[in-house]
């Protein structure tokens, strides 16, 4: 995606939250498979422990995935996560990103979308397997 297409969701408090391009901030939304599971859990730690270096650079971080509101709350809370996490049950926002899936087509996939304050593509960072990388590569994108 381009442009930041606009969407909505529940985040982990069960409050709608409306995305649209030219929030006014980068948003760095980035998709994973499930709630507490290995490589998905190392993310969003990775996320956490670097908060203060995206809330600088003036961004909001956004975490979905098809898991429930409930869910995402138990996830949140356990981890000491700070930014939203979104539940895209049903994966239409997962489709409307055309987020590929992995492994043989088994698994969602992993993708993070950097975007401006206007809502325009910066840079799209996909890996299964390195969850901390995207991370890296979307401070690494709002730095430059």
Do not use: W
């Not at 490589?39 to 995935?65: H, K, L, M, N, W």
């Not at 898991?67 to 996560?81: Q, Y």
Request: glycine share 6%; net charge positive; charged share 25%.
């Amino acid at each position: 995606m381009q442009t930041l297409p606009t969407f909505s969701l529940k985040n982990q408090h069960d409050e709608t939250v409306e995305i649209r391009a030219g929030m006014g901030k980068p948003l760095v939304i980035y998709f994973y498979p499930k709630d507490d599971t290995p490589g998905c859990t190392a993310e969003a730690c990775s996320f956490r422990d670097q908060y203060e270096d995206f809330t600088d650079a003036g961004a909001e971080v956004i975490g979905i995935s098809a898991d429930s509101v409930e869910k995402h709350l138990a996830f949140a809370k356990k981890h000491h996560l700070p930014f939203t996490l979104l539940s895209d049950v049903g994966n239409k926002v997962r489709k409307l990103f055309k987020v590929p899936k992995s492994f043989l087509g088994l698994l969602p996939g992993r993708v993070t979308y950097i975007y401006n304050a206007e809502g325009q593509l910066l840079h799209q960072f996909n890996s299964q397997m390195d969850a901390k990388r995207h991370v890296v590569e979307a401070l690494k994108t709002l730095r430059k």
